[in-house]
C-alpha cells in the first residue's frame, strides 16, 4: 500500500488530489488483477468496429452504472479501459470525449461518433436509444420522472457523499475528523433515506428493477470500504442482495477487470475483512 501511494502521489503533483483519488484507490483496492487493466478498444478488429458503441470506464461506481445498462439491455459494447491512475483520462485524445476528463464516457459510433459523458447521462441515452420498451427507463411519464429524481438522488447525494467519505477515510494526506464524520454521517442518512423508501417495496421506484436501483446500487455496493453495517438497513440489504442475483450486473461487475470482492457479495462482513487485509499490504 506505501508503494502505491508514492505512485499515486506523484501523479497528484501534475493535477488535483480530488481528480485521481477516489477512482485510483478503488481500482487498487478493487480489482483482483495485480497489473494495469489492458484496452480492448485502442485497436479495434473488424468485429469490435461493427458493435455500436464504446465505453470508456474504469472499475469504479461510477464506471458500474453504465457498465450494468448496457449487459441488462444486451447492447454489444467495446470497452477502452482507462487507467487513471496514469492519468490517461487527462490526456487529450480523450479529452475530446470528456472535456471534463473523468470516466465513463462513451461513444455512439452509429450517431456519428456521438460522445456522451456523466455516467447518468450515459445510462439515460442508452435507455433512449435501445430501450424502447421501457424496461429501465419508463415511458409512462409519472413512472419515467419517479425513477429520473431517484437517479438524481444517487448522482447529487449517495455518488459526491460517499465518494467524499471514502477520501477522508483513507485518501486524504492527513486525518481530519470533521470530514470523516461529516461525510460517512450523510452518507448514512442518505442510506435512511432509501432503507424508508423500501419499506413493503423491491425496488426504490415505478414499481420494478430501473435505472434508480442501478444507479444506487452501484455505490451502496461498496458499502463495507466505509466500515458501514449494512445489516443495521435490512431493507437496503435485502434490495442488494436481489440486485447482487442478476447476471447482468455479476457480468458487469467484471468490466474492465474482475472485482475481487464479487465472490463475497453476500458476506458483508467478509468484504470488509479483505478490504482490511488489501488496505494493509
Given at each position: 500500500?506505501?508503494?502505491?501511494?508514492?505512485?499515486?502521489?506523484?501523479?497528484?503533483?501534475?493535477?488535483?488530489?480530488?481528480?485521481?483519488?477516489?477512482?485510483?484507490?478503488?481500482?487498487?483496492?478493487?480489482?483482483?488483477?495485480?497489473s494495469p487493466p489492458r484496452s480492448r478498444s485502442s485497436k479495434m478488429s473488424a468485429a469490435a468496429e461493427s458493435k455500436p458503441v464504446t465505453l470508456y470506464t474504469a472499475g469504479t461506481p461510477n464506471g458500474w452504472k453504465p457498465t450494468v445498462v448496457l449487459e441488462e439491455l444486451s447492447?454489444?459494447?467495446?470497452?477502452?479501459?482507462?487507467?487513471?491512475?496514469?492519468?490517461?483520462?487527462?490526456?487529450?485524445?480523450?479529452?475530446?470525449?470528456?472535456?471534463?476528463?473523468?470516466?465513463?464516457?462513451?461513444?455512439?459510433?452509429?450517431?456519428?461518433?456521438?460522445?456522451?459523458?456523466?455516467?447518468?447521462?450515459?445510462?439515460?441515452?442508452?435507455?433512449?436509444?435501445?430501450?424502447?420498451?421501457?424496461?429501465?427507463?419508463?415511458?409512462?411519464?409519472?413512472?419515467?420522472?419517479?425513477?429520473?429524481?431517484?437517479?438524481?438522488?444517487?448522482?447529487?447525494?449517495?455518488?459526491?457523499?460517499?465518494?467524499?467519505?471514502?477520501?477522508?477515510?483513507?485518501?486524504?494526506?492527513?486525518?481530519?475528523?470533521?470530514?470523516?464524520?461529516?461525510?460517512?454521517?450523510?452518507?448514512?442518512?442518505?442510506?435512511?433515506?432509501?432503507?424508508?423508501?423500501?419499506?413493503?417495496?423491491?425496488?426504490?421506484?415505478?414499481?420494478?428493477?430501473?435505472?434508480?436501483?442501478?444507479?444506487?446500487?452501484?455505490?451502496?455496493?461498496?458499502?463495507?470500504?466505509?466500515?458501514?453495517?449494512?445489516?443495521?438497513?435490512?431493507?437496503?440489504?435485502?434490495?442488494?442482495?436481489?440486485?447482487?442475483?442478476?447476471?447482468?450486473?455479476?457480468?458487469?461487475?467484471?468490466?474492465?477487470?474482475?472485482?475481487?470482492?464479487?465472490?463475497?457479495?453476500?458476506?458483508?462482513?467478509?468484504?470488509?475483512?479483505?478490504?482490511?487485509?488489501?488496505?494493509?499490504?
Amino acid at each position: 500500500m506505501t508503494s502505491f501511494l508514492r505512485t499515486v502521489h506523484s501523479a497528484q503533483s501534475r493535477c488535483r488530489p480530488s481528480e485521481i483519488a477516489h477512482a485510483t484507490l478503488f481500482r487498487h483496492l478493487a480489482s483482483a488483477r495485480t497489473s494495469p487493466p489492458r484496452s480492448r478498444s485502442s485497436k479495434m478488429s473488424a468485429a469490435a468496429e461493427s458493435k455500436p458503441v464504446t465505453l470508456y470506464t474504469a472499475g469504479t461506481p461510477n464506471g458500474w452504472k453504465p457498465t450494468v445498462v448496457l449487459e441488462e439491455l444486451s447492447i454489444p459494447y467495446n470497452v477502452h479501459a482507462i487507467a487513471i491512475s496514469k492519468n490517461e483520462q487527462k490526456e487529450e485524445s480523450f479529452l475530446k470525449i470528456n472535456p471534463n476528463g473523468r470516466i465513463p464516457a462513451m461513444v455512439d459510433h452509429e450517431k456519428g461518433d456521438l460522445a456522451i459523458f456523466e455516467s447518468g447521462a450515459i445510462m439515460m441515452y442508452l435507455c433512449d436509444r435501445f430501450d424502447a420498451e421501457g424496461v429501465l427507463l419508463p415511458k409512462d411519464l409519472a413512472q419515467r420522472y419517479e425513477v429520473i429524481e431517484w437517479l438524481m438522488f444517487q448522482m447529487g447525494g449517495v455518488g459526491p457523499m460517499q465518494g467524499q467519505a471514502n477520501h477522508f477515510s483513507h485518501f486524504a494526506p492527513e486525518k481530519i475528523e470533521y470530514g470523516q464524520q461529516r461525510y460517512l454521517n450523510e452518507t448514512k442518512r442518505l442510506y435512511g433515506v432509501m432503507e424508508k423508501q423500501l419499506e413493503g417495496k423491491d425496488w426504490l421506484a415505478a414499481g420494478k428493477y430501473t435505472l434508480a436501483d442501478i444507479a444506487n446500487y452501484c455505490w451502496v455496493a461498496w458499502h463495507f470500504f466505509l466500515d458501514i453495517d449494512i445489516k443495521e438497513f435490512p431493507n437496503l440489504k435485502g434490495w442488494l442482495e436481489r440486485i447482487h442475483s442478476r447476471d447482468a450486473v455479476l457480468r458487469a461487475m467484471d468490466v474492465p477487470e474482475p472485482w475481487a470482492y464479487k465472490p463475497l457479495r453476500n458476506d458483508p462482513d467478509g468484504q470488509k475483512a479483505l478490504f482490511k487485509e488489501r488496505m494493509s499490504k
